[in-house]
């Protein structure tokens, strides 16, 4: 039986891409335990072949805003996600 993988995740690039791989940042609202309303940021490795890679390399930078696709993948010592789709959007407040 196989089981369901697929993982979607939006951010801004860390820094310009290498290799077709890079980091996104993801910031959501979240209420701490005081009930103040802060920032929660996670990053996420996002790794990508073929010409997808050569589409990252070519026309992605830092900062850009993105929406990944794919599945979790593991290298045995860290996740990172195996970026099957990358949907480039428009900076935020644009």
Do not use: W
Not at 3 to 26: A, K, M, R, W
Not at 46 to 59: F, I, N, P, R, W
Not at 68 to 77: E, F, T
Request: aromatic residues 10%.
């Amino acid at each position: 039986m196989n089981n369901f993988n697929f993982t979607v995740i939006e951010g801004n690039l860390v820094d310009d891409p290498y290799d077709g791989s890079f980091t996104i940042v993801s910031t959501e609202r979240q209420t701490d335990i005081d009930g103040r309303q802060v920032n929660a940021e996670v990053s996420f490795d996002v790794h990508t072949t073929g010409k997808l890679a050569d589409v990252v390399q070519k026309y992605l930078k830092k900062g850009a805003r993105v929406l990944v696709s794919g599945k979790l993948a593991n290298d045995g010592s860290a996740f990172y996600l195996d970026g099957k789709e990358v949907n480039f959007l428009s900076p935020a407040g644009a």
